[in-house]
């Protein structure tokens, strides 16, 4: 391609040479011999297994309800030969990656986004020849892969990731995650374009595109990490706690926190959850906006919060449909969990409601051919059916969707379908496009259950089901996430949603389709506007049981305290996941060609693009080179002899 070859000032250049070439052999690690080391992955007494990348370091800062997150990944090379380091890792799906930098010792190698392809070309140019290279590519929105290329011996190298990414607000909290272990995925028979797991050394072994190698329960690798959150709220932060993770926090002034990973606590093997509260009861909807230098006008992003009026509402009955996951990867804690939360429901459930539950592992099985009454018969039936059901076999979720939402509807109650589930499939545009056809009148609130649940697919079920998703760790008591639950569909939502901007010029506004509003739950909205729109009022209208509702919000885009530099991005980035939502149940090859555009105008990964970085400055010595790929834990709670193929 023309524009494919980057300008010097990139620091990324590959020149061809064919009498100098360096092939790099990508070999099975688990029979991979090494000068002086026996086989690369090394069986030692302590079952401590060398892994090239040492260390992962996270910094995060966050101003208001947008965080900016550092993501510096250390490789070295222990071993007598060169090696080729490959790592699966999860980040965010709603991550904004826009800046890539590899370091070797002083040199800085800024990354350059090209096509997938074409840095795939240029990565596998610079591996052959020699020269030390890095390249990042996204499998899913929430799982990356990292390579780096021609690690000499006793070498060390760093690649750098930094990406935006808007904060979730549900019940009076803001909740910062960082993902730190992609968990072992279930694919249906017959595909290959999923998220596999084998064993450590097993390379191939899962037959799909994207593999992941995991540690036995007895295994650890000298991989840790760090992290550090600082808060900056502009207001007092109140009640901020670690959900699975030990930290050390100090409050250095009014509206700041700064938070740290325990020095025992630093296992990539879960999620790091934050959630804190702000002082005063946030009901207001929040703007904050970034002014574009090249043109008249900028980018802005609003949270906004349901009206207060809601809470004041009765709700009509209710029909829910508990639907859990009893796959292998839920055996032990995670079902138990949700067992927990359904036993909370089917007691806190009224008379007038009516429930089943559903459980899907290899198939899908159903309590009761429809939907009955919550009563002294039929609830002490569902809690004993719960009570029998053990986790074991495939994660089918396609056969637990149909059952849910195949259904004729009961015009007098509104449905509800909860599905509770790690989340640990393969398949997931499959999924998404079940939901987007046979959702009918059910809402789908998911339950992500777990330490790294598979919060793309959760929060995409929730966002094409027109509901919300929860979290519920092994560290959360059940009681409290269900009763936020039943606190939610307690209420009406606001429905119908649109926004009349006034005299604020807006375009390309994102998500397309505005979801609906629950109490406790705000949406985020992001855009592009022209002009100066100060002391424009911004009107929301919605419905609520067939009466409008109307909001009026007041908008001022040169307040400086809501001027952030990562609104281009994450607005760029909610372009791109709408249009990757479109294109799990459209037919439309021009899609694809939209989020390529996107992605390369404004330097974001995409599935369609990639970063690459290429220090061609020297080659490095040795002509003979092994690929070794980064060995997992299986996220805590997690069973390896249930999740991972023997």
Known sequence: ???????????????????????????????????????????????????????????????????????????????????????????????????????????????????????????????????????????????????????????RIDVNVKYFHTLEYADGAYEFSFPMVVGPRFNPPGTTDGVGAAGRGDRGASGQKTEVQFLKENERSGHDIDLVVDIDAGVNVDEVKSVNHRVKMTRPQEGRAHVALADDDKIPNKDFVLRYKVAGKTVKSALMAQRDSKSDGGYFTLMLFPPESLENLPRKPLEIVFTLDVSGSMNGRPIEQSKAAVRYALKNMRPDDTFNVIRFAQNAQQMAPRAVPANEQTIPAALQYIEQTQAGGGTMMIEGIRQSLQVTPDADRLRFVAFLTDGYIGNEPEILREIHNLRGPSRIFSFGVGQAPNRYLLDHMARMGQGCAAYLSLNDEADDVMAKYFARISHPALTDLSIDWGGMQVRDVYPAKLPDLFVGRPIVVTGRYRGNPDNAIVHVRGKVGGEVREMPLAVNVSDAANAHAGIAPVWARMKIADLGDRATYENNPEL????????????????????????SSQRTAGEHGTTVMTPVPVPDGVRYDTTVPQ
């Open 592 to 615: 694809a060609g939209m989020i390529k555009q996107t992605a390369l105008h404004y330097g974001l990964m995409s599935a369609f693009t990639a970063f690459v970085a290429v220090d």
């Open 1 to 155: 391609m023309a524009d494919s070859a980057p300008v010097p000032a990139e620091e990324l250049w590959v020149i061809e040479n064919p009498q100098n070439k360096a092939p790099m052999q990508a070999a099975r690690a688990d029979a991979a011999e090494l000068p002086g080391q026996g086989q690369l992955v090394a069986r030692v007494a302590e079952q401590l297994v060398p892994v090239p990348l040492k260390h992962t370091d996270v910094k995060a800062s966050i101003t208001g309800y947008i965080a900016t997150v550092d993501v510096s990944q250390q490789y070295h090379n222990p071993y007598s030969e060169k090696i080729e380091a490959i790592y699966v890792f999860p980040l965010p799906s709603n991550a904004a990656v826009n800046e890539f930098v590899m370091t070797i010792g002083d040199r800085k190698i800024r990354g350059i986004i090209r096509e997938r392809e074409e840095a795939r070309q240029i990565y596998e140019n610079a591996k052959r020849q020699g020269f030390v290279a890095s390249l990042l590519t996204q499998e899913r929105p929430n799982v990356f892969t990292q390579h780096v290329a021609n690690i000499e011996p006793g070498k």
